[in-house]
């Protein structure tokens, strides 16, 4: 779905480029198209048509452009090509990350949720947490639904300190307030149990 939005937005110069290294398959080639694409498209935004917004939206994707500029976009596309088609995707996706300076990055992170199986790319993403780029940091706390979806209770209370600490806004973070619903439920649902199974008489008032 990205790739059918983003593609056609891209400018003319390098359209042919990134659509021919999108059906490539040797991940050599893809690691370097994924170097190159932060140079070639460097500093150009990424504002989607109102229409491809939509279509984002409606697919659920409607967090992707957020926060993200051009560059960004296709080497998210370009991660995801690769790790489709890698046997051993999580080594890959730690490698990438390893060698990639911060604007890599930030894309690998943002690509997490993207990738197949993505709870397989959890050191990934906490490695993103741990960052002392508050850029990098914010790839994956900021418009990325992965951490509410895959993070544990203290891998997620550890980002939301850290997102205090920043003074980043706390509406930035997706799934939070559904995350600590859910939270609370559990907590319910426990106390209901202690309570069913413990006789009256060694209740509290």
């Given at each position: 779905m990205l790739r059918a939005v983003l593609v056609p937005e891209l400018p003319a110069s390098c359209r042919t480029w990134v659509e021919q290294v999108l059906e490539g398959q040797d991940e050599a080639a893809l690691r370097a198209a994924f170097a190159r694409s932060g140079v070639e498209l460097a500093d150009q935004p990424w504002v989607p048509t109102f229409a491809s917004g939509r279509t984002l939206a409606d697919n659920g994707l409607g967090w992707i452009p957020i926060e993200i500029d051009l560059a960004?976009?296709?080497?998210?596309?370009?991660?995801?090509?690769?790790?489709?088609?890698?046997?051993?995707?999580?080594?890959?996706?730690?490698?990438?990350?390893?060698?990639?300076?911060?604007?890599?990055?930030?894309?690998?992170?943002?690509?997490?949720s993207l990738l197949p199986y993505p709870k397989r790319f959890l050191r990934t993403a906490i490695e993103g947490t741990r960052s002392r780029d508050v850029r990098v940091f914010r790839a994956i706390a900021v418009q990325n639904p992965y951490p509410s979806m895959f993070f544990s209770d203290s891998a997620m209370d550890d980002l939301l300190e850290r997102v205090a600490s920043e003074r980043i806004a706390l509406a930035g973070v997706l799934g939070v307030e559904e995350r600590a619903l859910a939270r609370a439920m559990l907590r319910r649902d426990a106390l209901a149990a202690v309570r069913q199974s413990t006789p009256a008489d060694d209740l509290p008032n």
């Open positions: 960004t976009a296709v080497r998210v596309l370009i991660l995801v090509r690769a790790a489709n088609r890698s046997p051993a995707a999580p080594a890959l996706v730690d490698g990438w990350y390893a060698a990639a300076d911060a604007s890599g990055q930030c894309a690998v992170l943002r690509s997490l």
